[in-house]
């Protein structure tokens, strides 16, 4: 039991530190402008892939069906991501 919630502590740890980057680069620079909303977006898609990954890793027992899900996951991440970020696939989302 100790060991699952060690893994959450470590997702709501690593979502903390993810979002400091830029939010201790805005500081620095101009370059990185991040409003209210933009920190609230990155720390649902975070919080819910962490979430999300610790699910699967706890109720999929076999261990190919584990490592398919989490890359699943983690593609779907990067691709909502690059969407947010610069529009690739040109949708509403991303302004475009």
């Known amino acids: 039991m100790i060991m699952k919630n060690e893994r959450l502590i470590g997702i709501l740890i690593t979502v ?52 398919l899900l989490c890359i699943a996951i983690l593609a779907a991440l990067l691709l909502i991501w690059a969407e947010l970020a610069v529009g690739i696939f040109g949708s509403p989302l991303a302004g475009s």
């Open 16 to 67: 903390a530190v993810l979002l400091l980057i830029p939010f201790i680069a805005m500081r620095f620079t101009d370059e990185v402008d991040w409003s209210a909303i933009d920190f609230i977006v990155a720390g649902v898609l975070l919080l819910g892939t962490g979430l999300l990954l610790e699910f699967v890793l706890r109720t999929v027992k076999s261990k190919q069906s584990r490592i």
